[in-house]
Each structure stands twice: as C-alpha cells, then as structure tokens.
C-alpha cells in the first residue's frame, strides 16, 4: 500500500463535515502555524518540502511564494485554481468533493504564509455543487472561528470568497484567471510584469492548484524535511492521478512519486490493467496537453530505463521520446484506440477553448481541427500531414499563452510517433470509417506477458 | 542611445523603444498590425515576429515578437533569417484562413494594411481547403459600416475605442476563431471619436459610410492637404475629391496638433461642400427672388454702388481665411471693417489672444496636452466644443497612474503590462462646468455652477495657489474644499493643465482659469493654459478685428449704410435674429460671400459664391496661435471661388482687372500686420519646386483621366493650373517625400494604407520628416510679469421669476456648416430645454418632454423639456445652434410657462 497524504483520510464516514474532519485532526496545521510559526517559517517549510505546483508546470511552489514582491501598504492576494478543465484531469474536483476542508485549511495556511486576507477560489463554472460544498465548509470554518478576523487571536484576518467560472478553459491560466476575476474578459497577460508583482487588480497575486495548496497542510504538520522524503529526487511527496481511459479501474489515485509507470497501469491498487484484456497501445499521462507515447516509450525511456511517475522520468528524453507529469492527467489508450480520431478530439477542444487573442493560436487551432476531422473522416491527403506538422509548428513557442503549445505537442506527438496511422488514413479512406488502424504494424512490444 | 543589431549591423537607436518601432524608423518593411503607433504593443497578432538571438554566438535564436521586445544595448535580431519569414508568412496565411478574399468589393482594398503586410510577408500559396467561419455585420450608425468577415482579430479597434477614446459601446465578444468586434447590439456607435476606425483598423472591417455614398478608390482621389474647419482646434485633414465632390476626409498627420485621429464632426462633416444648397453662381434679387448674374455684371452693379462717397461697411468671418478677412477689411476700409460676431465674443477672443500673446504661461499644444499629468478645466465642455482636447485630455488623465509603472521599469509602449498596472485608474482631473459633461466619468471631482461661480472656484483654487491674491468673499464650505483639493493636486502636480475657453461668454471665467495658472507658473509648476475658441478661425479674424458687430449695429442704427458686405457669416447663427434683422434692415444694399444659402442669405440683394474649406486656399489661426495653410482640393466648375479673389477683384479698377496670386495677397498681408509675418512661413510659396517638380495632388496611379468627361468631349482638357500653390491638379508631379505642409496623401512602395504614414516621420509616431506643419504666432514669456486679474464675481443668486439661459453644446448641431451634411444631421439630438427637476417643478412642469414655452427677444419659443439635474438652480440649457434654436444669442434672461 502506497503512503497517502491527501487522501488518507477520505474513507472516513462525514469528512466532508466540519465535525468530523475536526474530530481527525484537521485544523492542526493552522493552530500550529498561527501559534508557532512567522510566516516566513511557513514559507520556509514549503520551500524544505521540495512541493512543486499541482497545476501542471510544476513549479516549485516555495520559490513561487518567495518571489512574492511585498510592498508597503499594499494587499497581497492568494488565489486558489480550481478551473479544472484540462481533459482527463479531474483530480481537483475529487478532492474539493470529498475533503473541501483540506483545501480549506491548506488556503488559511497559505494565506497566513503569503499575507493574504481575502483568497479567492476561482473554480471551473460547471463545478456548480462544489461550489456549494466549498461554501459550506467555508460557513462552517468561519463559524468555528477559523477564518475572519483575528484568528485564534493571532492578529490575522482572512476571508475565502469562492468566484465560479464560466466554463472557459483558458481561464485555468493563470493570468487569464486574474482578469477573469476581475471580471474582465479572460484574455491571458503577457508577463512580465508576472502575478507575483502586479496580480489580481494590480497586486502582487500567488496562484497555486487545488492540490497544491492542499499538499501545504501535510507538510506543515509533518514538516518540510520529512515530507521531502517521499518520493523520489525532485519529485517530492505524494501526486493525485486522475486515472481514465481503457483500464480495469478508472479514478483518483495518490500516488507516492516513486513508482513505475507499469506499475500504476498494472497493478490492482492503481489502474488495474487495461480493460477487457485487450492490450496496451498509448498514453497521455500527464492531461490532454502532454505529448501522447506509445506504450514502449511509457514504460521504458529510451535509454531503456524503466519509466516511473515522477515529473523527471516521464518528460526524459524531452519531446522526441518523453511527455510529461503535468496536471496528472492519466488518459490510456487500449489496442482499438485510434490516434488520430483522438488528435481530431483533442484539437477541437483547445480550439474551442483558445480565448481567440494571438492570431497562430486562434486560426492554427481552428485549422488542425479541420484538417484532423478530413484525415479521421477519410478525406485526407498525404500532404494534409505534412501541413499539420507545418501549422503545429507554427504555433509552439509563438503565441501568448502556452495553451497554444499546449494545442500544437498533441497534434506533434501523434505524428511523431504514429505517422503511419495518419498515412494509412489516407491511404484507407473506406476503411477507416469502419474500423480503428489499432496496432497493425505498430512496434512491440506492449507489454511482457500481456 | 542603445546599440542594437538587426541582421548583424549595428545602430544607434534611441532609448526606451521597442525592436518594432525602431525596425520602421530605420526603414525596415517588417509586418505587423497589433501595434500602433499611439496604442503601443500588446504582441497580439504575432505579426511582427523577428528571430532574437541572446548574444553573438547564439546561433538558433528564438522566434520573438519585436513590438515586445525592447532595443536595449546589445539586444540582436533577425529580420531576414529564413525562420522569422516563414513565420511571418505563416501567421499571415493563418490569418487569411477565414478572411472573405473580397478585395475587389471592399471598401479599404488599395489602401489595406492587411493587403500591405499579405504582400510584404511573401505569404503567396493558400493551403487552406475548408469553408470559412463567417460572422453577420451590424448597423453602427451613419458613419460606419461593419464588415466583420474581413477581421484578422488585431484588437486595435477596441483599444482604440475604448482604452483611449473612453468609449462604452464597442467590445469583443465570443472567443477563439469566433471572437467578435461590435456592439452588444445593432446601433449607432456613441463615442465621438468612432471615425477613428476607418484608420486604425487594418482591414475592411470598418469602413467610412459617407464615403460609399459616392465610393472611390484611395489612386482615383485627388487631395489636398487641409484644415478642419470644425472648431477652433485646427485638426489637420486630407479632404479628397473626385468628378468634383468631396468624397471624404481622413487624418492628416500632425504631430503637433491631432496626430493619427479626428474626431467624427471633422470626419464625416464635409458632405455640406457637396450641398444642393451651395451657391454656385453670382445672384442678384430680381423683385424678391434671386437671378443668376453674368459675374462682370456683378461686379459692375456692386462696384457702383460702393462708388465714390458711398458709405460702405464690412463684416467679416470666423470662418473666413484671414486673407479673405484681410481683403474685406481693404476693400472697405479699416474704420468700416467688422468682425463677425458679437462684442461680446469678440472681446472675450481679444482677452484670449491678450493673455496668449501677453501672458507668461505657455498654451501647449493640442499634442502637447496629452503630456500633463493633473487637468483642471474651467467652464468648458471640451467633449461637445473642442472634441479632439477631450481626446488629449483622456491621455493626459493616464499620466500620473503611468508612474507606477515606469517605476517597476514597464515602458510606455508596453501597453498590456501598463494597462494591467494602471486597471481604471485615472489622474487628478478636475471640471467645473454648468452642467454634467462627458469627460466627468473621469473626473476626480465636478463642479456645476454658474459661470461666475465657476469663476469663484477658479479664483479660490488661484488664492489657495497664492496666498496673495484676495480671497473669494462669501465662498461656501463645499466649493472651499473643493478648491483645496485642486489646488492640492495641481500643486503636486509635475506639469498642471488649466483648460478653459469662450463657450459660457463669460469673462469672468477665462481670467479665473489664467490666475489659476499664474499662481502656478509662480510657483514653479511647468504649467500650461490652453483657452478654446468658437471657431476655426476665431482667432485668426479677431486678430484683423478691431471692431465688431454690435458696434456696427449701432454705427447703422445711427446712420443707415449704402451697402453691407456680408463674408461668409450667417449673422443669424452669431449675433441672434434680432440684431441680424435690425443690421440688415439698416443697411440700403447687402452683397453677401457665401456658400450656402442660409437665413442672412435671405435677404441680402448679391450673393457671390464663395468657396467652402474645399475649394479655397488660405490660412487660419487655432486656439492656440497656430497659423496653418488649408489647400484647396479642385477647381469647381462652377464660379465658387476663395472669397478673397471675389474681393481682390471688387477692389481692383474692373476694367484692367488681374486676378492676384495667393503669395502676393500674403505679403500685401503680413507687410499691414508685420504680427502676422510667419503665415508666410506656413507652407512653400507657389514658385516652390522639387527640382523643377510640382506636387501632385493625385497619386500616381490615378485613373479614368482621359475619358472623365469623354461623354462631354473625347479630347482631354488641358488640367487647370493652381497658381495658388506648388502643387498641381494632377498626378504629375514629384511622387517621393513632399514638403509636409504640401503632402496630399500618403504612399510609399509597399505601403498603400494610411500607415504610409511613417515613412514620412524621422521616427514612428514622431514629427514629421521636415518638421510638423504650422507656426505658432505668440510664446509666452516666462519673465514676464503676471498680470492677476481682480475681479471676483460674487455668487449668482437664481431669481424667483427668472431664469437665466445658457448655450449647451453638441458636437452634432452646434456647428453651423458641419451640421449640414448628411450623416451628422442623423446624430443631432432633438431640441429640448433643460432644467434640473427643482427649477421644472417649481414651474409646475413635471414631465420629460412636455411643452415648455419661453420668450426671447419678444418671440414666442417652445421647446420640450429635458430634466438634466446636474443644472444649477435658476438655469435653463438650451442647445447652441441647432435648427429650432438658432438666432438665438447667449445667455440671455426668460420667464417659462408650462
Ligand atoms: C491553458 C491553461 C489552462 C490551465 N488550467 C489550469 C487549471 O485548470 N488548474 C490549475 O491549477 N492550473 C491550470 N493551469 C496552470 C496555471 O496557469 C498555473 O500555472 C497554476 O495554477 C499554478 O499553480 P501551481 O504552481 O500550484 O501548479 C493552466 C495553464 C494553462 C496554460
Ligand atoms: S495562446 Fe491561445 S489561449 Fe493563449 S493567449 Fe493566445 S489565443 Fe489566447
Ligand atoms: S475589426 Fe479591424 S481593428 Fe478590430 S480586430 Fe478586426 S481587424 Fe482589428
Ligand atoms: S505587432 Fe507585434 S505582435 Fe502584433
């Protein structure tokens, strides 16, 4: 059994309830900080905790809050991101849904740390019951005197204000977030100046994921050394995977950051196997934006080390053979999947989703999904790959926000490691309509012994 | 100075610049189109991308937006690299995907940015094979058409629109390749600075609807470079004809006056040069209606009446080019010469020109303006009487919250980072006006009142300034606060900006505002004063004035006159009906110079046609002192002419008559008002040439030439000549940089659109390339004494029977001329009077709308009611010049019933 943090504690019968997240030792971290600790000390914990951001670039959250610029006399803001919106990524929304206060008590720590008074829960417009949920507990931890002002007598005053979205994608970016909290247009910023200077209504602002935040309570009762030794390297601690695709056991799994890849897709306490026994193709391992690997190169590096979860593992070999952890988004495709049916889906998401600002990331999105939906359709050309290629790459690196990078690695990957299925699209324009290119001619192995 | 490098040479570049302005100043043909040269980068297109290398021996480099990056020393760049033209071209092609290729239909094709840059990038090979998203357009008013198909979604519409013209009612909607530039729904765009899009955006999406009326490509227009005539501003203008009708204006770059914008009476208030009410022939009144006259008739018949003996008089125009002026003023002598307006305007005009002439503070402008960093206007609704200083002001409010960026080291031209700094916030900005106005929205505090005490507050800020000069008597608690808090903010203030003008009549009012401004001029403050006049060339007449009409009024009242020369002035719209009727009944014989029929015409015996702003040439004189050259466009074919070269020949022995160039009629000026010397310098004289090159007024690819008038005869005329310029009527002439007074459009290889523009500058969005266009006639000077005006008005107290009538002002309808055309007649608002709801009540008038009826000058008037509760008690509002309320003069006293 792996180690939880997180989620220990979700099988308790009402811990949802204030009472009883109470009666199991929730809030500690709060009396502890706000008793014992400055928030520098806080601060300092997490910058010892080794946490990176949950959100999906994995930037280390403690350096984030030091950069936090502090001028005299002007507020300073937490925001909590829980727009949740990346495709098979539903991690934050299990964990507000079963333990709201975790995250609760993680965003008075971390206000306390960063000398917020009012935080904001930007979260995703279709989450409407979590809202409720959030609210609730929100009632109940002012009511039991663990927001407003003066907590426990230490001085310090917070309030949490929940801001639901309204269904934008892009509004999970975090600059675009701030305007949209600011109930602007949710158009992302160009930075700098970054959020940590000039943020919500130009004041220096942190951002950090649900999971993040909620990870903030662990180590603060454990401490930032001892959390430090789960996982492995600069993979600290514990990660939520959002588990989904053709597998035995689809859902949301902690997982302590030392494990393999196989053994997350394989073992009963995770994923279970691929679904109907049928057997593994590819994986998107990290949320729709990652590239897709094949299943040789998920389970073994090129170098042919054994692939593990972590955020250095899964992106060795950088682009041409990794992906990445990002938002642990775990999407597994079985042998009938087909890439470029699922390419085709996930352009017409991001271009659905492009808030429509910088111009190769409005028309090259709206442009790939066109030419995804002829090659899926069986009225593609072979120069229509080589035009993908061409109006992915004019995307990657050239546009505001990394949504268009985030649009263009699918669409690169899938080419890159499965041109052939693009090709005999083509080549099978009939075929293809009826039936899935699966693994014909595709590379073994899979999997020993499956 | 920074030292960059664009394709491993070096330059010198100024500092605090991006790569992308620095790349056009130097010359370089690198696409773009989310920066503009006034709205500054937001990196939005991606259009401008260049290859950035980190130092020399980076080799790969990174594909980087040079509008956001900023030429620091020893910042590299690759405008050539293959990459970067790929990229460039790629981005093009992305943006074609959707665009309806209609070029051939639409409006802005041959002077289309986006075909510009298309062309420019070398995107040539469409690879795109699906259906294009199209979107429906919307009804935006008289002055706009929508076309939103042809959107490569720059953005710089609604930045325009709303970042800098503070407009409500343009936004983007929607999202990804859907997104969206309109209204919420169809409507009239509201902002008066709409027409702006016509320039700013890019593309055909919008287009100037005046100009479909009688649509022609930018190669077919023959232009002239000109001056809005629109208020006393002195907007530059391209006004452009063809088959002799003005087709429509555009911006003429001046970078010390309006810059890249005009605001939309300028615009689209040209169509009355087109009126069927122009005069287009000398007439003479035949037994009450009038006869068209041979034009050596006319002559003949005026000449003898002002024969030998005769008791001529004059009455000139704030209209008029001083020339036409000074002719007038010739041709009748200088004790029977009038100006066109009443005594009252005329001497506040002469108070104006006194303190800009005399004063020690310096009036800067209307570019200048945009610099100041705390504004406090004095009685003048700048929005309705001065549109493009609203404009200036609207910039000049972002100063102070700018700071807070510079300090974190953003700059100026990076507009995203600013804007997310700076959010709404705007400077100290402070307006004392009679009633609510446009700019308050910004204002961080208003003030209504009567003019005197709009004068009382002014003097107390003055006092608070100065603890020397007296303080206001009898001042209530509220304005004595209100005082300090300017005073305070114009003292923290590095540059104030006192603004006010003639629009109340007030005198008071104008000598509160240059004690405000005296005070801090002595305190050190680098302070400006700027003072808005009613017309455009208010100045420029009053200059030549000694007189004006009341004084004339009573001279006939005294003793009838034999003849009254009228030039281009409806009196009725400037001294009110019954002074207008009480001069002209006066006098035996009246011989207008008009362009249009109007209500003096009426009853005048001659009418000679004189030309509007389109076909005359001369030089007026805006609020600041600025004397600028206005070219006319083309020769009629009818008899409309420069009223100066009527008058040049009535004053002429008719026998040996010789028609006078433009150059000789400005030195016989200047040598009679040596104060007048530099309106020589305004423009190039006549014999001026570029080797032995003329200007042209059309393009070189001009068409249709030879078989315009085929229908009438096939063999082309001989073009008409202009002795009056250096330019020609035609596209024959030197085709490179012209002198900027004389540059009748803008063109460049490559460039077509308006943004030819900065291969005329010596950087992007600075001066011209010879320097800009104008000279200023009066500086202060700073060692000059200050002369404090004493006088405080006491508080106006409102009577019980009474009220007292002020003019509100109206951008659409308070101008006479502008009014005339067609799209602004649509934007002029109903005639109403308007008090606050206390006074209406009191009245015992309740509903909006309802019937109010008042006297003035003896006449019954009705007009409906209008509660407008920012009025101070005891005052009525009624609009300047609108149909139902002209030949009214203000402010006057009445008694209202229900
Ligand atoms: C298009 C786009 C969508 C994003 N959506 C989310 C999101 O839904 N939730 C989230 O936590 N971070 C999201 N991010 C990442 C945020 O911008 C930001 O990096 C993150 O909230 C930082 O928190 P962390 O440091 O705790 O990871 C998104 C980023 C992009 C570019
Ligand atoms: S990359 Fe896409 S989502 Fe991001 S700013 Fe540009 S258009 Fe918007
Ligand atoms: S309408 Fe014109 S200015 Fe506005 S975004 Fe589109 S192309 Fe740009
Ligand atoms: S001009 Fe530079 S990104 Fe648009």
Known sequence: ?450 | MAKVFIDDIEYEVPDGKNMLEVCLSLGFDLTYFCWHPALHSIGACRQCGVINYKDENDKRGRITMACMLPASNGTRISIEAKAAHDFRAGNIESLMLNHPHDCPVCDEGGECHLQDMTLMSGHNYRRYRFKKRTHTNQYLGPFLNHEMNRCIQCYRCVRFYKDYAGGKDLDVFAAHDDIYFGRSEDGVLENEFSGNLVEVCPTGVFTDKTLKQHYTRKWDLTSAPSVCHGCSLGCNILASQRYGTIRRILTRYNGDVNGYFLCDRGRFGYEYTNSKKRIIKALKRVSGTYQPIENGNAFEEVKALMGEGKKVIGIGSPRASLESNFLLKELVGENNFYGGISNTEGNLIKQVIDILKKGKVKTPSLAEAKGYDAVFIVGEDVTNTAPMLALSLRQAAKNKPNEEAFAIRIPLWNDVAIREIVQERTGPFFIATVHHTKLDEISSGSFYGHPDNIARLGHAVAQKINNNLPSVPDADRESASLSSSIAEALLAAKKPLIVSGTSLFSKNVIEAAANVAYALKEQGKDVGLIYTVPEANSVGMTLLSENFVDDAIARVEKERADVLLILENDLYQRIGKKDSEAILKRCNQVVAFENLENETTNSCDYLFPAGTFAESTGTIVNNEGRAQRFYQVHIPRNEVRSSWKWLDILRQDLQTAEAKDFDAIVDELIQKNPELQKIKETAPTADFRIGTQKIPRSPHRFSGRTSMIANINVSEPKPPVDNDSPMSFTMEGYHGIQPSPDTAFYWSPAWNSVQAINKYQIEVGGPLHDGNPGKRLFEPDENRQAKYFNDIPSSFHPSNDELLVLPLYHIYGSEELTALSHAVKERIPQAYIALNENEARRKGLNAEGGKVEFYYQDKKWELSLKIDNSLPDGIAGLPKGLNETSGIGYPFRTKINS
């Open chain 1, 1 to 450: 059994m792996g180690r939880k943090l997180l989620l220990d504690k979700v099988g308790i019968v009402g811990i949802r309830s204030y009472d009883v997240y109470r009666e199991n030792g929730g809030y500690s971290s709060v009396e502890k900080v706000l008793k014992t600790m400055s928030p520098d000390d806080v601060t300092n914990e997490v910058k010892k905790s080794g946490l990176r951001g949950r959100g999906g670039a994995g930037f280390p959250t403690g350096m984030k809050w030091g950069f936090l610029a502090k001028p005299e006399g002007v507020p300073r803001y937490l925001v909590c991101n829980a727009d949740e919106s990346e495709p098979g990524t539903f991690k934050d929304r299990y964990l507000m849904e079963h333990i709201p206060h975790l995250l609760i008590e993680g965003l008075i720590v971390s206000s306390y740390a960063v000398g917020s008074n009012r935080t904001y829960i930007y979260i995703r417009g279709e989450f409407g019951w979590i809202v409720d949920i959030l609210e609730q507990a929100i009632a109940e931890a002012k009511n039991n005197g663990w927001l407003g002002k003066n907590i426990l007598g230490s001085g310090f005053d917070c309030e949490i204000y929940v801001h639901p979205g309204a269904g934008a994608y892009i509004c999970g970016e975090e600059t675009a977030l701030l305007e949209s909290l600011e109930g602007k247009r949710g158009n992302p910023r160009i930075k700098p100046p970054f959020p940590a200077v000039k943020g919500l209504y130009g004041c220096p602002t942190v951002v950090n994921n649900v999971e993040t935040l909620s990870t903030v309570v662990p180590i603060i009762n454990m401490g930032g050394d001892e959390y430090a030794k789960y996982g492995t390297g600069k993979s600290t601690g514990t990660k939520l995977i959002s588990a989904c695709g053709n597998i035995n056991k689809p859902g949301v799994y902690e997982i302590e950051m030392n494990i393999s890849v196989e053994e997350f897709i394989y073992n009963d306490e995770y994923c279970g196997g691929i679904a109907n026994g049928k057997r593994l193709k590819a994986c998107v391992p990290g949320g729709s934006s990652v590239p897709v690997l094949p299943a040789n190169l998920l389970l073994k590096t090129a170098k042919g080390e054994t692939r593990m979860m972590t955020y250095e593992s899964l992106s060795d070999g950088g682009f041409l053979t990794g992906s990445m952890l990002g938002s642990g988004g775990f999407i597994v495709y079985d042998e009938d999947q087909c890439i470029v049916r699922n390419t085709y889906s996930f352009s017409r998401f991001y271009r659905h989703e492009s808030c429509g600002q910088c111009s190769p990331c409005r028309e090259g999105t709206f442009w790939m999904e066109k030419i995804l939906w002829n090659l899926e359709h069986g009225k593609g050309k072979m120069k229509d790959i080589d035009l993908l290629w061409s109006v992915q790459g004019n995307i990657e690196g050239n546009t505001i926000c990394p949504l268009g990078d985030a649009a263009a690695w699918p669409v690169a990957a899938a080419i890159r490691h499965f041109r052939d299925e693009f090709e005999w699209h083509v080549t099978h324009p009939e075929e293809a309509q009826r039936r899935n290119y699966g693994l014909a001619g595709y590379a073994e192995p899979l999997k020993a012994g499956v």
